[in-house]
């Protein structure tokens, strides 16, 4: 199966600084990547999607300014928590779907990363 | 809209004992309905795809139905380590896209007791 991985897995972090987590397809090019955040018990929300290349698209009530996106590649796209603030705290998962045929419909998911702001 | 509900919210199982998780939908022109498994502070593992009423898929001690309406996920003799999260989530044509976004159910957490 697709791999999907995430760096940091655990990252803490003061109050006003920025973060950065990776998110990386490791045997398939991703043309499209998306953000998710989860609280506890809950689902995934979407966050974002970005497609290679292109501006991100963020859902409603996501600021953008806040959180950047960046699909630098194929294989890559980084999301930035600029200005953490507490409530910004949560398990940010990132998704790739494959460009090649016959995989293209079906998410993979990274192994999360989890942000507490201080 | 697509909607996605999910039932039970949790199920506790002995070893053993077969059941099924339920996955109701509501949506625009169906792309794929999506089955994951999710284990405690790790993302979602991707299980099967359904693209079409009728069809099932199986892997081990799991077997994923669809209809129009909805889709199971048959757990026959389940054991302690098939305890985890089970999410289910479709993408439909909505927006007008080929490759929409997923829109996830809350997820049923299944407990199998030894």
Redesign the interface.
Known sequence: GAVVSQHPSRVICKSGTSVKIECRSLDFQATTMFWYRQFPKQSLMLMATSNEGSKATYEQGVEKDKFLINHASLTLSTLTVTSAHPEDSSFYICSARSSLTGLQETQYFGPGTRLLVL | EDQVTQSPEALRLQEGESSSLNCSYTVSGL??L?W?RQDP??????LF?L?SAGEEKEKERLKATLTKKESFLHITAPKPEDSATY?CAV?GNAGGTS?G??T????TILTVHP
């Not at chain 2, 502070?41 to 991707?46: A, I, L, N, S, T």
């Not at chain 2, 996830?104 to 997820?107: C, E, K, M, P, S």
């Open positions: 792309r794929g999506f994951y502070g790790k993302g979602p593992e991707f795809t693209y999410l993408r490759y976004k997923l996830f159910g809350q997820g």
